[in-house]
T-cell receptor
């Protein structure tokens, strides 16, 4: 089954404790991205990757890091989480970055930073 | 850069009634338009998209959207909603190169029995 998986689905942590949210896709997609979803703001892109070892900032990259060492994986790293990073996070993948390619979304990770 | 406006944050409607979810966009270049749906506790799924050709596009579950270039709109409609249509709906726009993909703030559709 074609899918995007994220782990963990739920995470409660404290300010400053480094964490990683994993994302994996089994569709051999080149393009992957991370979004955060906040009420009234929709989804905002954090980082994206056009292929292995190629990553770039989205609209709200501050406080986040990513890496793309393998085509299927695109982890999101919060080196020193803060309460304003409490949010619902989605990983997505698509065949390419072209606007016409459908994005496939993971189930989401709900992060709470206290 | 593109932007998307969804004026209605919440739309309650009774089962079997028609519904329209409004979406307006702003862009200086040609765009692709999308509607994504997010069911409770799930990720987003593509509902329908406009790439080119006929301005009226349809989904498999009875939704349709019409691209109106002069009014820069892409409203989503369904003539008769079901309880199972309860979800959040996001309008999105992308330039043709995919350099700028933007989601609207979302509209929460609640279908009441």
């Amino acid at each position: 089954e074609a899918q995007v998986t994220q782990n963990p689905r739920y995470l409660i942590t404290v300010t400053g404790k480094k964490l990683t949210v994993t994302c994996s896709q089994n569709m051999n997609h080149e393009y992957m991205s991370w979004y955060r979803q906040d009420p009234g703001l929709g989804l905002r892109q954090i980082y994206y990757s056009m292929n292995v070892e190629v990553t770039d900032k989205g609209d709200v990259p501050e406080g986040y890091k990513v890496s793309r060492k393998e085509k299927r994986n695109f982890p999101l790293i919060l080196e020193s989480p803060s309460p304003n990073q409490t949010s619902l996070y989605f990983c997505a993948s698509s065949l390419s970055r072209l606007g016409l390619d459908e994005q496939y979304f993971g189930p989401g990770t709900r992060l709470t930073v206290t | 850069a593109q932007s998307v406006t969804q004026l209605d944050s919440q739309v309650p409607v009774f089962e079997e009634a028609p519904v329209e979810l409004r979406c307006n966009y702003s862009s200086s270049v040609s765009v692709y338009l999308f509607w994504y749906v997010q069911y409770p506790n799930q990720g987003l799924q593509l509902l329908l998209k406009y790439l080119s050709g006929s301005t009226l596009v349809e989904s498999i579950n009875g939704f349709e959207a019409e691209f109106n270039k002069s009014q820069t709109s892409f409203h989503l409609r369904k003539p008769s909603v079901h309880i199972s249509d309860t979800a959040e709906y996001f309008c999105a726009v992308s330039d043709l190169e995919g350099q700028n993909f933007v989601f609207g703030p979302g509209t929460r559709l609640s279908v009441l029995p």
